[in-house]
């Protein structure tokens, strides 16, 4: 079978790392397409050199670079106002009024550039004007200069709307996240206590009968401590099965001190099995289940029947007894096995499952979720 990944949750980045390192990331998305913008505007002026037969090309790019460079250099200005200025803030009508002065603006600057620019070339206006744009030369460039501003301005907020989006897509995973953390760290939380009551309620039960027993008792209750210990402060709750499965023997050998050979066990676990990640306490509460409804209630006691079987990229486990069955239907709305229900849905989001059959003699519990292989964290 092949390794799985974990279905632990991976939690995104810290907010603030993420943010910046998307801001980055942002910032040189716009970098580039503001540079090809702006290269593509070059070659358009680069096409309609064949328009005039008496320049050559090297006056003619001298007065393209005339005309483009400002208006890249301002653009940049464009970018930063774009990013410090909230999208229809303050109002709606304020923000349309201030963009419309600010490409206008942006126009004028652009004019008076090229005026600077021309005049340090040793041209005079009318003549560059004459030579470049033929007719209506501030018309033309006015028109232009609002159109290059709303373009630029305009991607610099479809940036900015794509980073803050992705930032609340982010921040909302990883709320939902916590959220499930808190909730298995909750669940887990109440689980142990449960175990511990019952685990120390069968050693109080040897402590007058067979003091002897008692004392093993306790020392293979610190076992149980040092596992149930290890899953409450770890920062998974992953174990293999294999340590999940030694965790119940442990337990069964306890309470075969209290019940002697009133509890048989018949325990199958396959090979390819041992090596599954599970959550810790899965299988031993199914166990006690069984054992504190089915088999310590009779008289004659009973046989706990375990399996552990992997099969089409699912690990399927099984604990049933040949106890009362009326006892057990009640016993499946139990604190255990209601908590090993939400963890599972918590844990797998619906792919894993636990049910529950009661019969006239004992009952079965099944649980089937993904099979992971490989190391516990």
Sequence with gaps: MTSAPSHAP???????DWAAGAAASSLRRIGIAYVGTWLLIGLAYLSAFPAYPGATLAGYLADAATNIVPGALLGLAVIAAARRIAWMRPAPGWFVAMQALFALLYSLAWMASIAMVVLARGMQIA??????FRSAPNRWQVIQGIVVYLVIAGLTYAYRGDLRSREQAVRAERAEMLRSQAELAMLRAQLNPHFMFNTLHSV?????RDPAAAQTAVEQLGDLLRYALAAKTGAHDDVRLSEEWAFVLTYLELES???GERLRVDAAIADEALGAIIPAFTLQPLVENAIKHAIAPSLAGGTVTIRATVSEGHLHLSVEDDGSGGASA????GVGLSLIRRRLRERYAGEASLHVDARESGFVARIDLPLVLGAAP
Excluded: K
């Design 330 to 333: 009640v016993a499946s709305t």
């Design 127 to 132: 003549e560059y004007a004459t030579l470049t």
């Design 257 to 259: 001190l209290r019940l």
């Design 204 to 208: 109080h039960a040897l402590v007058r």
């Design 10 to 16: 991976v939690l995104p980045p810290p907010d603030g």
